[in-house]
């Protein structure tokens, strides 16, 4: 694993995206996994800007996002289909029949999500896939179980998920309850992954994450065994780490 302790979220963000730029620049290609929320923002704006001065070209990159609320159509401001055309997508010259956002409207979910696996498969899998982190652990929304569930499927969220989120809509009554969202084995079957963190909300789930026990109670700890983990976090989100 490859931790890189950053001072703050500016620098969190320019770090990120100068890999995910590497990235792009050494396979054009490139299939990536990609979150919404708070985090990435900065990562986003910094990959515009450098589109923008045509320093990297996202013509031939394929996405796939991690999750989608239930029930939210695309032109819902709180879909995360809205957000990642308002906050990236638009504004970069990728294709948009080369970006992949699962539909929480479908009237199939079962059907949705093993399409979008297959989606998956088919495309070669997800080379790079960057995460955030809930405050609960939760990768994707793969939320805190027994298990870790395996591929995409449909989930239940907690409510300390929905309070989390609760920050985007008009009140917590409006936050969806249900959501799809790849699943863990969808999230360990990628080549390269990246988790980002920033902000002392983070720091006790951080701190499990890469030095507790492996346990679905705190699914991101199940990223310790993965193979090729880069994991970048401000002072903040990293301030509970044991230092050796
Ligand atoms: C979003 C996602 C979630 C978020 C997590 C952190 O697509 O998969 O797991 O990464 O909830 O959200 P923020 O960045 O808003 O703190």
């Given at each position: 694993?490859?931790?890189?302790?950053?001072?703050?979220?500016?620098?969190?963000?320019?770090?990120?995206?100068?890999?995910?730029?590497?990235?792009?620049?050494?396979?054009?290609?490139?299939?990536?996994?990609?979150?919404?929320?708070?985090?990435?923002?900065?990562?986003?704006?910094?990959?515009?800007?450098?589109?923008?001065?045509?320093?990297?070209?996202?013509?031939?990159?394929?996405?796939?996002?991690?999750?989608?609320y239930e029930g939210?159509?695309?032109?819902?401001?709180?879909?995360?289909?809205?957000?990642?055309?308002?906050?990236?997508?638009?504004?970069?010259?990728?294709?948009?029949?080369?970006?992949?956002?699962?539909?929480?409207?479908?009237?199939?979910?079962?059907?949705?999500?093993?399409?979008?696996?297959?989606?998956?498969?088919?495309?070669?899998?997800?080379?790079?896939?960057?995460?955030?982190?809930?405050?609960?652990?939760?990768?994707?929304?793969?939320?805190?179980?027994?298990?870790?569930?395996?591929?995409?499927?449909?989930?239940k969220l907690?409510d300390?998920?929905i309070?989390?989120?609760?920050?985007?809509?008009?009140?917590?009554?409006?936050v969806p309850k249900y959501a799809?969202?790849?699943?863990?084995?969808?999230?360990?079957?990628?080549?390269?992954?990246?988790?980002?963190?920033?902000?002392?909300?983070?720091?006790?789930?951080?701190?499990?994450?890469?030095?507790?026990?492996?346990?679905?109670?705190?699914?991101?700890?199940?990223?310790?065994?993965?193979?090729?983990?880069?994991?970048?976090?401000?002072?903040?989100?990293?301030?509970?780490?044991?230092?050796?």
């Open positions: 694993m490859e931790l890189l302790l950053v001072k703050n979220y500016e620098e969190l963000s320019l770090k990120a995206a100068e890999k995910v730029a590497d990235a792009v620049k050494s396979n054009p290609r490139i299939v990536l996994g990609l979150p919404t929320g708070s985090t990435p923002l900065g990562m986003y704006k910094e990959l515009i800007a450098m589109n923008k001065e045509g320093k990297i070209s996202f013509k031939h990159v394929v996405t796939f996002n991690l999750d989608e939210l159509s695309k032109e819902d401001p709180n879909s995360y289909y809205r957000f990642m055309n308002d906050n990236f997508f638009r504004h970069i010259d990728i294709e948009k029949d080369n970006t992949n956002i699962l539909d929480g409207m479908s009237e199939d979910i079962e059907r949705e999500c093993r399409e979008y696996e297959e989606k998956i498969a088919k495309c070669g899998g997800i080379d790079f896939m960057i995460l955030g982190i809930g405050n609960n652990g939760h990768i994707g929304f793969n939320e805190p179980a027994e298990f870790f569930p395996s591929f995409t499927h449909r989930v907690t300390s998920t309070e989390a989120n609760s920050r985007f809509f008009d009140s917590i009554e409006n799809l969202t790849m699943g863990i084995k969808s999230i360990m079957h990628c080549k390269k992954i990246m988790l980002l963190a920033s902000g002392k909300a983070k720091a006790e789930a951080i701190k499990g994450t890469l030095q507790g026990p492996i346990t679905p109670k705190l699914p991101a700890s199940v990223l310790q065994l993965h193979r090729n983990l880069t994991v970048i976090v401000d002072e903040e989100a990293g301030a509970l780490l044991k230092t050796v």
